[in-house]
């Protein structure tokens, strides 16, 4: 590899054969890479360096396609990512000039607020679209410096892993024996990380001041709150593109601590789980990393939260764990259930005043995306019984949706319901909730009309999820006797969930 760049440096000061892009907000000035003989770009740079390779238009570029893309909300100037680049133009050249110079001043981030389990509030920082187009450029830079560094058992905030990931290695550990989890809890990291300990961190490995210099000024910016401008001589605000990878690099001293140890443990965030094999060891092992983290990386655990807990009490990632037989599976907490019952129950509610349309894409989009995170749980049970009130929900708000006594009828009897029973449940004075779970109106929209009708319910997630990654898994089993019969059975069992799937078109649509 080193040779490969010192003769892709060589070519490129010989000028012959460079690959030549137009800028996206460069204003038409060219600008060159190069690439290698595996179509994979190379920037020669070093540590004594680096802001000239975050300030090469290259990496410019990438960073205002990955700001736009991502787009969000502006910061206190209120600039739009529309309007970022008729500002780059005209202010291109004063912005790199700044940057290059250290004269460069981030603005204050804008403190928002969203809702954390029902009580708390998660505190954001909101960067200015400039700000944020800046922090992508160094946040395309250090990651891949970094990520030699960082611990196999991190997950949070990494190319290539994920929830699924930590989870699964969880499983693992649990099997190997450790019964016993140290469930950590940090109290509010992002707002209590320690600047100075977070530069004399960074120092070790970035030798380019003027970055380290940068890194601070974002580091104490400021926050503007409900129109006051606060000084914040701690944290690293939650909602720019830094503030991931510096989590990450603050926290890698931790994992490197456990793993001195020889601790199994699990890290996503700051969200970590250490396994220990009996309930003394561990709280021998909650004491001692407690002292490091206060004392080394002079954060504030939550000695309230941070609990020693046999593995079936433990909530990770919206999940818990229990063994069965001998081995370590997954199910959904109970915190998760309530709270996704809650989020269908506002979903499906009678005074929204959703049209039929847009409740039905916002109730698919909401069902595939939990089961898809929630799908290594064993959930079929519950599925099942959640569909069973879901159903009954739905058939709620349609039978409100249907206001006066004509439409009713009329409805009920396009639903194949007799003339006399239709006048008498059209004429009901039942409640809503009542006359949902009655036998003719459960019939009337049967679970098989909803489904044509567009409604999706869990456990049809849950089957279009499972056969897919069944049909994929089979490419892992070795014998080939065995593949071969799973193989026509998981086609069997697809081709007849593709036919339900296609016999929900054409349908009269009373709902």
Not at 131 to 145: E, G, K, M, T
Not at 414 to 435: E, F, I, M, P, S
Request: with cysteine.
């Amino acid at each position: 590899m080193k040779d490969r760049m010192q003769k892709t440096s060589a070519q490129a000061n010989g000028c012959p054969q460079r690959a030549r892009t137009e800028s996206e907000w460069n204003g038409g000035v060219q600008t060159f890479m190069w690439m290698t003989e595996d179509n994979i770009v190379e920037v020669p740079f070093d540590k004594e360096h680096l802001l000239e390779t975050i300030l090469s238009p290259l990496n410019l570029n990438k960073a205002y396609k990955a700001v736009v893309r991502n787009n969000g909300n502006g910061g206190i100037d209120k600039m739009s990512c529309e309007q970022l680049l008729p500002w780059l133009i005209p202010n291109k050249d004063e912005l790199i000039s700044s940057l290059q110079s250290g004269t460069y001043r981030p603005n204050p981030v804008l403190r928002v607020e969203i809702p954390k389990d029902n009580v708390k509030k998660r505190l954001l920082g909101i960067p200015t679209v400039v700000d944020r187009l800046v922090q992508q450029a160094i946040n395309q830079v250090l990651p891949p410096i970094y990520e030699r560094q960082f611990s196999k058992r991190s997950y949070g905030f990494r190319p290539k892993v994920g929830c699924h990931d930590a989870l699964r290695r969880a499983q693992k550990i649990v099997d190997e024996g450790y019964k016993y989890v140290v469930d950590l809890d940090l109290e509010c990291f992002f707002d209590t990380v320690s600047h100075s300990k977070l530069i004399e961190i960074l120092s070790r490995t970035i030798k380019d001041g003027r970055v380290i210099s940068l890194i601070h000024k974002y580091l104490c910016s400021g926050v503007i709150n409900r129109g006051l401008f606060e000084m914040n001589t701690e944290g690293t605000p939650q909602g720019g593109p830094l503030s991931p990878l510096l989590s990450n690099i603050m926290l890698n001293e931790l994992d490197k601590e456990l793993e001195r140890r020889m601790l199994p443990f699990v890290r996503y965030a700051d969200d970590a789980i250490i396994f220990c094999k009996s309930k003394r060891a561990a709280q021998r092992v909650r004491e001692s990393i407690t002292r490091f983290i206060e004392g080394k990386l002079f954060l504030k655990v939550n000695r309230e939260k941070t609990v020693v807990s046999y593995v079936r009490e433990v909530k990770f990632l919206g999940y818990s764990f229990y063994v069965m037989r001998g081995q370590c599976l997954l199910t959904v907490h109970s915190k998760s259930k309530n709270k996704m019952k809650s989020t269908l129950k506002e979903l499906t509610s009678r005074s929204n005043g959703w049209g039929y349309d847009i409740r039905k894409q916002k109730l698919k989009n909401y069902i595939r995306g939990w089961i898809a995170y929630f799908h290594l749980a064993q959930i079929k049970r519950f599925c099942i019984e959640t569909d069973e009130w879901l159903r009954r929900r739905i058939r709620m708000y349609i039978w409100k949706s249907w206001k006066n006594v004509k439409t009713r009828v009329a409805n009920l009897k396009k639903c194949g319901v007799l003339d006399w029973q239709a006048y008498q449940w059209g004429n009901t004075r039942l409640g809503y909730w009542r006359v949902s779970n009655s036998r003719l109106v459960t019939s009337a929209m049967s679970n098989d009309m909803l489904r044509k009708a567009g409604y999706v319910v869990l456990m049809d997630c849950l089957l279009d999820y499972t056969c897919h990654g069944d049909i994929l898994s089979l490419v892992l089993i070795k014998d080939q006797r065995k593949k071969q019969r799973g193989l026509i059975f998981m086609h069997i069992i697809y081709a007849v969930h593709v036919n339900q799937y296609v016999n929900r078109k054409n349908t009269n649509k009373i709902c």
